[in-house]
Structures are given as structure tokens and as C-alpha cells.
């Protein structure tokens, strides 16, 4: 397979933001070799992350994880790099952070999952159509 420049969409969630780990996140993304196109700090509203989340509607984590995703402010990014999709999801590490492996986000900063379900960190676009579909929600001017 060759490698692809693509982009992705980076979300800090309110638990990272929260935490002060924003720098972090990013840190790690640009020492991986990923430019930042695109960065904001913002209050997500219900619309974007119904739009965001359409996929996940009907689950019994939507209505929590939605709540969650609107409890304070997000870092939204776009970032690019070669095969950054897959790269990206490689650096935020399994869903469930007491799953993720350490030396990935999640694995060395997510707390148990027990405790705080649905706080994980970080989202990352987990397709290219994904990817630019976030993107176009989140930068609809990019
Ligand atoms: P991903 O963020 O690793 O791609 P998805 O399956 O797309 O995982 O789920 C989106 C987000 O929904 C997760 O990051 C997490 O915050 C939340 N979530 C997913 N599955 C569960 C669950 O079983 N319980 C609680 N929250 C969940």
C-alpha cells in the first residue's frame, strides 16, 4: 500500500481540555510528523455533535456521550500527514481507555472507564469519508 497525504479531524474532548492536556495531544500529534491545518477552541453545540455522532443515534451511550461532548469547551483540529487517519487512531489507542495500550493517549493519560465512561480523551476520524465529513461540520470554511 502507498502512503497517502490525508487529512483527519482531531477532537480534544471536554475531559482533556479540562485536564490541560491539549498541549500534550499535540505535542504528540506534531512529533509524529502531523501538520496542523486547522485549530480552535470552541463550545460545541447539539447540532454538531448530532451530525458528528449521526452514526452512534439509538445506542445507549448516544444521549450521555452527547451530554459529555457539551459539558465545556473541546479543541477541534484538523491535522494532515501520510496515512494520518490510521496513524492518528494508532496514537489515540483503543476506545476503552483501561483497553488502550500504553504509550498511546489514551492508554497513558485515559482514566479508568469505570469511573468516567465516555471520557476518553480524544476523538479521531476513523475513515477519509469520515474525515472529511467532520471537518466539513466542524470548519465548514476549510
Ligand atoms: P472511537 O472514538 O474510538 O472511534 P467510537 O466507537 O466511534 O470510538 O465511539 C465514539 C465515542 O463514544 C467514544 O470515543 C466514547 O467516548 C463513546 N463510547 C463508545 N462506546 C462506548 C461505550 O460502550 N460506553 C460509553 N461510551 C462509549
Known amino acids: ?50 451530525e458528528h455522532y449521526a452514526e452512534h443515534e439509538g445506542k ?23 496515512d494520518c487517519i490510521k496513524g492518528f487512531r494508532s496514537l489515540a489507542g483503543a476506545t476503552n481507555p483501561t483497553e488502550a495500550a500504553p504509550g498511546s493517549i489514551r492508554g497513558d493519560l485515559g482514566r479508568d472507564w469505570g469511573l ?3 471520557q476518553n480523551i480524544v476523538h479521531g476520524s476513523d475513515s477519509t469519508e469520515s474525515a472529511e465529513r467532520e471537518i466539513g461540520i466542524w470548519f465548514p470554511n476549510l
Do not use: C, H, W
Open 1 to 50: 500500500m502507498t502512503a497517502q497525504t490525508e487529512r483527519s479531524l482531531v477532537i480534544v474532548k471536554p475531559d482533556g481540555y479540562r485536564r490541560g492536556l491539549t498541549g500534550e495531544v499535540l505535542r504528540r500529534i506534531e512529533a509524529k510528523g502531523y501538520t496542523l491545518a486547522a485549530l480552535q477552541v470552541t463550545e460545541a453545540t447539539r447540532e454538531q455533535l448530532a
Open 60 to 82: 445507549p451511550f448516544y444521549e450521555p456521550l452527547v451530554e459529555f461532548m457539551s459539558s465545556g469547551p473541546v479543541v477541534v483540529a484538523v491535522i494532515e500527514g501520510n
Open 116 to 118: 468516567k465512561v465516555q
